[in-house]
């Protein structure tokens, strides 16, 4: 439980500076550091056990079915990360407390390191690869937030996107990585995983497994070539690197290799990735390092530099190369957190970070002089400080690596070039800054920061020289708990000791002290050789790239979808056609073993009309009005057919509906254009003719070979049961209230959706209202025909009565709810059009929207009402009723329910037409005006 | 027989596919009216076509129509038209809001009144 603490508290702390925002900020800065030196106490307590060999762990099931747990250990290589992590962050919220000005919130920069705390401190802990990752995507985005601080500089906008972009992209890698190690073992918990290294190791997917989470650590850690986005993050406050780019961040890539290496390492493949990568890193990072003017620009490379260093020490496929990895990560933090502390103090007294403007700065500071150049020492690797101690084993090491064969010299003579580069480019930091002149042209005048400022650096500059003094004192438990971690067994003997008597590391030592002074002295040599080259800009050409990026992306987005429903129409009819085409194509013959139905005159002349119809709506488009008629032409033939072959209700439905939409499309034709101008082109008119046909031709094929095919229909079932079960005869209606329900339930809504979408489609429209016709010839003055409207008023009754007994005998006659309420729509509306919607209105006061909303309720209700019951939702039950004239009925639910989708249709129904209808009174006064 | 229907049916579906493909919203509709007509014929056809059946009435005889196409195409003829008026209505609000009637992502082009 107090492991979770560990993670907790630094969380917990986020909203400790929030919530103390307008407090001074010396107290605001106490206050943030209390949960995380909790956490470090806690961490602390448990080193004893760490030390004794044990590992504590917490367990907390959290989304086992994926194998997600909330796991945690503490490992020797937690540990190690834990300290560091927490040790340096409350020395960097002491330092940003006198680093920041007065304009920046100090609050908000603490909330965003606690969180990136917690981030850092769940990957090292986490004892899930699930967890880790989730942690480590978390590092990625409060990254973001801390690189971009100053929101408002577009450096730091462009540095924190790039920085997010990269590390982002290798964790999606990572977890690919993760994903497919699961797949190998089965599990994501660390021990699991740990058991099966041999299983992962000569799985055929292990190349797969090491480049992924390669990316994800290569990326993180900025080793070549993802080493650009490091640099930019340098636009971040200067605590925040220091922070980032010593204990953190970047040290997170390597930690994954410590991690991952008793899983992952041992084979050439590793070495060969890892430590050419290393080792490339380790002399770009160099080289630039001296080349830089600024000063934090210097940092960034030489942070580069030696990660890429610590990189090729895992990839060596050591056992003491890890232990000198793992020293040297410790090393490196410190070192570099107080350089990084000290160039912002020079950056804060002197207000420029450029070296050719720095000089001389041991007159103004001498105090801060002393400590940068202590912590420069122990980056070049001078004896007695604590880099020398691991850049001794790293020398050591890379005299061993044999893997290269007789090229194997050149690892050692690599080793020493990056030894003497950095050599030089310590010196730079402290000759060309603190000596070397006076300052030119200083926007202020420098002096000693204040006291506290220094402290710090003070702090971890004494680390150094004790570990570089006392290291097996000081450092030795910590590094042998670590690298019992990463070694996965027992860890080599070896001594941390300062004088191993005259040696090839001590020589390369040496021969990387002369050389880095000699480098240093002939530097500017060097400078104008790095001129002739063009200085690209990274940033530039990451923001080249990605917008490239988002144009192809754009481009093709384009092309798909560019406003035209014709080319979507297009690719949907292209796809369709594509894989019915191919069903059919594997279909050996189109006729199948049914004999062809012989056909009478009739049918073929229903077919011929229809044909001719359906020919005419599309050859007599443009004359709109035509069209219609064609069309409905075509409706009634479909009615027709359904009539001829057996099916009753649906040739009611479809007569039905076909007066109602052909309504709809005249009185909205009243208001589109009467005519389509001709606008496509021959060649496009030729396409869709022959899309159209390819179209037809297969829809035919098809109808055709499942005609003359046998079907293995499950209707039996509904027309044995229909009576025992539903309780009616007409086996549509049955299927359709009761087989079915829930279907029709759904179907009726959807119906009552489209009436109030139409509704609310037709508030406040603005419309195009012809004056007359399209000849020319104005609206005839006579509204509502005399005939008509005493016709269709005496029409609504016996139509009222009509579909009062269709709907009734419904269930066990061709008849329903459907048809019974369009036949009750359809009277409504012929009176509409017999006496205008004024007067219709005034006589049938009642809004539609509530009656089709009552429908939907009433058929659920009538579902939910068998809840009551006990029976699940929709059963149905009956009973037979004997009614004078209409005769013997059931009166069953499913005839409220019938009810339900008769009223809904009514007023869906209604809803649309009438609301529709009602457009064309308000802008033309009515005859009948009186 | 079954030839004679299949061929109507893949004939009106041409024709829908065809005006469909125009690029005026009212032609649209139209086509997708004729698209809807076939494909409700097309699903009927499949418990097969009963040239001398009776209706699917339980005690009306045999051999029965296949009554599960029916009651599907019965509900898609009223779903349709439903969708037919929201997609007319849709037009008619374009061509309010838009000034257009097009379809065919030509939004600046202010229609011609009424085909004069």
């Not at chain 1, 730091?156 to 890698?173: E, I, P």
């Amino acid at each position: 439980m107090t492991l979770l603490l560990i993670v907790l508290l630094p969380l917990l702390g986020a909203l400790v500076p929030l919530m103390a925002r307008n407090l001074p900020r010396g107290r605001l800065a106490w206050l943030t550091a209390v949960a995380p030196a909790i956490a470090l106490g806690i961490a602390v307590f448990h080193l004893g056990d760490v030390f004794a060999g044990q590992t504590p762990q917490f367990h907390l099931p959290w989304i086992s079915e994926l194998g997600l747990d909330l796991a945690l250990r503490f490992d020797g290589l937690s540990a190690l990360f834990v300290l560091l992590i927490l040790g340096i962050g409350l020395l960097i919220i002491l330092y940003s407390r006198y680093y920041l000005s007065g304009e920046d919130s100090l609050a908000r920069l603490y909330s965003f390191l606690m969180l990136f705390m917690t981030a850092m401190i769940g990957i090292v802990m986490a004892d899930n690869l699930l967890l880790m990752w989730v942690f480590w995507e978390l590092t990625s985005l409060t990254s973001f937030l801390l690189i971009g601080y100053w929101y408002q500089l577009s450096e730091a906008r462009k540095g924190a996107r790039m920085a997010l972009t990269v590390t982002g992209a290798g964790g999606l890698a990572l977890l690919a990585g993760i994903l497919v190690i699961g797949h190998i073992v089965g599990s994501y918990q660390f021990d699991d995983v740990l058991a099966a290294a041999d299983q992962i190791r000569s799985s055929e997917l292990y190349p797969v497994v090491l480049v992924l989470v390669l990316l994800g650590a290569f990326t993180k850690s900025a080793q070549f070539p993802f080493q650009f986005w490091l640099p930019h993050a340098m636009s971040a406050p200067t605590p925040v690197s220091a922070f980032l780019h010593s204990a953190t961040m970047v040290k997170a890539g390597v930690f994954l290799l410590a991690r991952m290496h008793p899983i992952l390492s041992g084979t050439d493949l590793w070495f060969y990735i890892v430590s050419f990568t290393g080792l490339a890193t380790l002399l770009y990072g160099a080289w630039f390092a001296l080349m830089k003017q600024d000063l934090k620009g210097v940092l960034a490379f030489s942070t580069i530099s030696h990660l890429g260093l610590i990189t090729l020490l895992f990839g060596f496929n050591s056992q003491m190369a890890a232990v000198a990895g793992l020293l040297h990560i410790i090393n490196h933090a410190t070192f570099k957190a107080s350089l990084f502390m000290a160039a912002g103090i020079v950056d804060h007294e002197c207000g420029t970070r450029d070296i050719r403007k720095l000089n001389g700065l041991y007159r103004y500071m001498p105090h801060t002089t002393i400590l940068a150049m202590v912590a420069s020492a122990s980056m070049a690797g001078v004896p007695l400080l604590n880099g020398f101690l691991s850049k001794e084993m790293f020398f050591a090491e890379s005299l061993d690596a044999q893997l290269l064969g007789g090229l194997s010299w050149l690892i050692p003579a690599l080793a020493t070039l990056g030894g003497i580069l950095s050599v030089a480019y310590s010196l730079r930091f402290i000759h060309d800054v603190f000596f070397n002149g006076e300052p030119k042209d200083l926007p202020k005048t420098p002096h000693e920061p204040p006291r506290y400022m220094k402290l710090p650096i003070e702090i971890l500059v004494l680390i150094c020289l004790l570990v570089g003094i006392l290291p097996s004192l000081v450092i030795k438990d910590l590094l042998v708990s670590a690298s019992a971690s990463v070694l996965a067994g027992p860890v080599p003997e070896f001594s941390l000791a300062i004088w191993h008597g005259f040696n090839v590391p001590l020589m390369m030592s040496g021969i990387a002290l002369a050389g880095g002074v000699g480098v240093y002295a002939l530097r500017h040599h060097l400078y104008s050789f790095q001129r002739q080259f063009r200085a690209r800009n990274a940033l530039l050409v990451f923001e080249a790239n990605i917008q490239r990026l988002v144009n192809l992306a754009e481009r093709s987005m384009d092309s798909f979808e560019n406003g035209s429903l014709q080319r979507y129409m297009l690719w949907l009819l292209l796809t369709a056609l594509l894989f019915v085409g191919i069903g059919l194509l594997a279909v050996p013959q189109l006729s199948g073993e049914f004999e062809q139905q012989p056909f009478d005159a009739m049918l073929l002349t229903g077919a011929v009309i229809t044909g001719l119809a359906g020919l005419g709506t599309a050859i007599t488009h443009r004359k709109r009005i035509v069209s219609l008629l064609m069309l409905s032409v075509v409706g009634l033939m479909t009615s027709l057919a359904f009539a001829r072959f057996a099916a009753p209700d649906l040739a009611l439905t479809q007569l039905a509906v076909e007066v109602v939409t052909m309504i709809l499309l005249m009185l909205a034709l009243f208001f589109l254009p009467q005519r389509t101008p001709k606008e496509s082109s021959a060649r496009r008119i030729m396409r869709d003719v022959l899309l159209a046909s390819a179209f037809g031709v297969v829809i035919a094929s098809l109808n055709f070979a499942i005609l003359t095919r046998p079907v293995e229909s499950i209707s039996d079932f509904f027309m044995a049961n229909a009576v025992s079960g539903g309780g009616g005869h007409n086996v549509v209606n049955v299927i359709l209230v009761d087989f079915r329900g829930f279907d029709t339930l759904g179907e009726i809504t959807v119906l009552g959706i489209a009436g109030l979408a139409i509704f609310k489609l037709l508030n406040r429209l603005r419309l195009f209202m012809p004056s007359s016709d399209l000849d020319g010839r104005s609206w005839s003055p006579d509204r509502h025909p005399m005939i008509l409207a005493t016709v269709s008023q005496t029409l609504l009754p016996l139509a009222l009565l009509v579909s009062v007994y269709i709907f009734l005998r419904g269930h066990n006659e061709p008849g329903g709810g459907f048809i019974a309420g369009l036949v009750t729509a359809v009277a409504i509306i012929l009176l509409y059009i017999a006496r205008g919607v004024d007067w219709t209105q005034r006589w049938l006061r009642f809004p539609y929207q509530p009656v089709a909303a009552a429908g939907v309720l009433i058929a659920g209700l009538t579902g939910a009402g068998s809840w009551m019951f006990g029976y699940p939702f929709l059963t149905s039950s009956f009973g037979h009723f004997t009614i004078p004239v209409i005769g013997e009925i059931e009166l069953a639910t499913a005839l409220l329910f019938d009810l339900g989708v008769y009223l809904t249709v009514v007023g869906a129904t209604l809803m649309i037409l009438a609301n529709l209808g009602k457009l064309t009174t308000p802008h033309r006064p009515t005859k009948e005006k009186s | 027989m079954e030839a004679l229907y299949a061929t109507t049916t893949g004939l009106l579906a041409a024709c829908g596919v065809y005006l469909t493909l125009r690029g005026r919203t009212f032609p649209v509709v139209v086509g997708l009216t004729l698209l809807s007509y076939s494909v409700n014929l097309f699903l009927f056809s499949m418990g097969g076509l009963a040239m001398h059946g009776n209706p699917a009435v339980v005690g009306a005889g045999t051999p029965a129509a296949d009554p599960l196409p029916q009651a599907l195409v019965l509900t898609a003829i009223v779903i349709g038209f439903a969708m037919t008026a929201f997609v007319v209505i849709l037009a008619m609000r374009a061509r309010g809001d838009l000034g257009s009637d097009h379809v065919n992502g030509n939004r600046l082009d202010v229609s011609r009144e009424d085909g004069k």
